[in-house]
């Protein structure tokens, strides 16, 4: 009877708690957004997460028109921007991103990664410099050292001057890092 | 009276609830994002799964799995995804066949890991997982104890 009577209770607190948690989620879910342009944007999915463990090859150049490259281009110059995967603390805190995310789309805005910068004058190559990319979405930027891209109109700019200096495009990713290494083995 | 008694104890199992409720939440928020996001009506699955390819070493075992199991099968594997989702969700949530629940969720976290969907945030699920696993929290709380005491062969509610 004690028996019966204890499993009662638990039933209508756990029941209650439980059905009050699945209203919530339902309801915060239903009320989403659907993705919308941002799908196409580098190193952001369809689905409107941050890819974590993906990386990208950018080449940026000084030019006032903008060109397509479907492949790594032979010669010129420009400077590459190796993205790299999120560091180990900040893949940690996407636990974090993606709950909160579940109840406010607009949460996350934005992370750090870290970068390769690698300067490309015709045949010479500069020794990867270490940096840091600040990745967003809103509004859609992404900022490395003294330089920002437009992740939208792919434009290229200096921030002191926050002059226009070029564009930037995405690079087939693993032609391009085989390319790298050969040049930075 | 027994916080008194066994405080460390005490404050362990209440903070091992706490994260069971926490992962219990995380997970049911997902199975039902899964749900309205179409992964078992349409094929969006086929969709994530086709990216990744494109973002993986085009040698790793991943893109292997990928292309040859997880692409081909996107359906039954959305289904048993989602449906693992919710059931470890309710399950962990009420303490309702517990590590069962717990299994469930190892097996999907297994299965995300090898189809390339790894990265650091795996690990403190991995490790919860294990302890929900090792641990018989439903017996702390949940339907787990009415019910062991009820069926007490039953390998369900240990």
């Known amino acids: 009877m004690r028996l019966f009577r204890n499993f009662f209770y638990l039933n209508r607190i756990v029941l209650g708690i439980v059905s009050l948690i699945i209203t919530i989620s339902l309801l915060y879910s239903s009320a989403e957004v659907e993705a919308g342009d941002e799908s196409s944007l580098l190193l952001y999915s369809q689905f409107g997460e941050f890819c974590t463990m993906c990386e990208a090859v950018v080449l940026c150049e000084n030019t006032n028109t903008k060109d397509v490259y479907n492949a790594f281009p032979q010669s010129g110059q420009f400077t590459l921007y190796h993205l790299k995967t999120r560091t180990f603390w900040s893949q940690i805190s996407t636990i974090w991103e993606f709950f909160i995310k579940n109840f406010n789309d607009d949460a996350v805005k934005g992370h750090r990664r870290p970068v390769n910068i690698i300067k490309v004058d015709e045949n010479n190559w500069s020794y990867p410099q270490i940096g840091e990319a600040r990745i967003s979405i809103d509004?859609?930027?992404i900022y490395i050292e003294e330089k920002m891209i437009d992740r939208e109109s792919s434009q290229w700019i200096e921030l002191v001057t926050n002059n226009h200096i070029g564009f930037c495009y995405r690079l087939p990713l693993w032609e391009s890092l085989e390319i790298i290494e050969e040049h930075n083995p | 009276m027994i916080l008194k008694r066994r405080p460390a104890a005490i404050t362990g199992i209440v903070f091992f609830l706490i994260m069971r409720t926490l992962f219990a939440i995380?997970?049911?928020a997902a199975g039902v994002n899964k749900i309205n996001s179409g992964w078992v009506t349409s094929d969006v699955l086929k969709e994530v799964f086709?990216?990744?390819?494109?973002?993986?070493?085009?040698?790793s075992f991943a893109v292997f799995y990928l292309s040859s199991f997880a692409i081909p099968l996107h359906t039954l594997i959305a289904w048993i995804v989602?449906?693992?989702?919710?059931?470890?969700?309710?399950?962990?949530?009420?303490?309702l066949t517990t590590r069962w629940s717990a299994g469930v969720s190892l097996f999907i976290l297994i299965n995300f890991a090898i189809g390339g969907y790894y990265d650091a945030s795996l690990i403190p699920f991995f490790i919860l997982v294990a302890l929900f696993i090792y641990y018989p929290s439903g017996q702390w709380l949940g339907f787990d104890k009415p019910l062991h005491a009820k069926y007490p062969k039953s390998i369900w509610f240990r």
Do not use: C, K, M
């Not at chain 2, 989602?82 to 303490?95: H, M, P, Q």
């Open chain 1, 139 to 141: 509004p859609n930027t």
């Open chain 2, 26 to 28: 995380f997970w049911l």
């Open chain 2, 50 to 59: 086709l990216q990744r390819l494109t973002e993986l070493p085009p040698d």
């Open chain 2, 82 to 95: 989602t449906l693992g989702e919710l059931y470890s969700a309710v399950g962990l949530l009420i303490g």
